[in-house]
């Protein structure tokens, strides 16, 4: 009886074991298609990515071409990284000293600071001008807010001619 019961309990942990793969091999299997499933969506969606920036690409080229500022930004940025690149490669090559490299970087980064300084003062200027139409809207009447944005921009406008100035 005892060799019944045995044989009995080896066959139930056969059974156990079996089911217990089964269960391994599922859950693998689902794990699988899941990473599947999730590669599949990333390949898409870097594909759409693909297609969406050949279409803006082409947008940026067919308007780049129409706006002036534009063209400018990109010919100065370019300008400016060719300067970058020959400067790294002179320090790659051993043709340029670090003092000639820090003296040429902050040359890079006065005109960069230049640039943007008249871009804000541009900015500042449009602001101003809009803000004094309203003014003038109120004849002579205007809200003590719209006279403080005014001084204020003011003052802005005469901070950033003079860090101008310094450059």
Request: hydrophobic residues 40%; charged residues 35%.
């Amino acid at each position: 009886m005892a060799n019944v019961d045995d044989q009995a309990i080896e066959l139930l942990r056969k059974v156990l074991k079996v089911e217990q793969e089964e269960s391994e091999t599922r859950r693998l299997r689902v794990a699988e298609q899941t990473r599947v499933l999730i590669l599949e969506n990333i390949v898409q969606r870097y594909a759409n990515l693909g297609e969406e920036t050949r279409g803006l690409l082409a947008y940026f080229r067919e308007r780049a071409l129409q706006d002036d500022a534009l063209q400018d930004f990109f010919a100065n940025l370019s300008e400016r990284m060719e300067r970058m690149e020959r400067i790294l490669t002179m320090l790659l090559a051993g043709k340029i000293n670090a003092t000639e490299a820090a003296r040429i970087k902050t040359e890079l980064e006065n005109e960069l600071d230049e640039k943007h300084l008249k871009r804000l003062l541009q900015k500042q200027r449009r602001n101003l001008n809009k803000l004094q139409e309203r003014q003038a809207e109120f004849a002579g009447r205007a809200p003590v807010e719209l006279l403080t944005q005014i001084e204020d921009i003011e003052l802005e406008i005469a901070g950033l001619e003079q860090r101008l100035k310094q450059l």
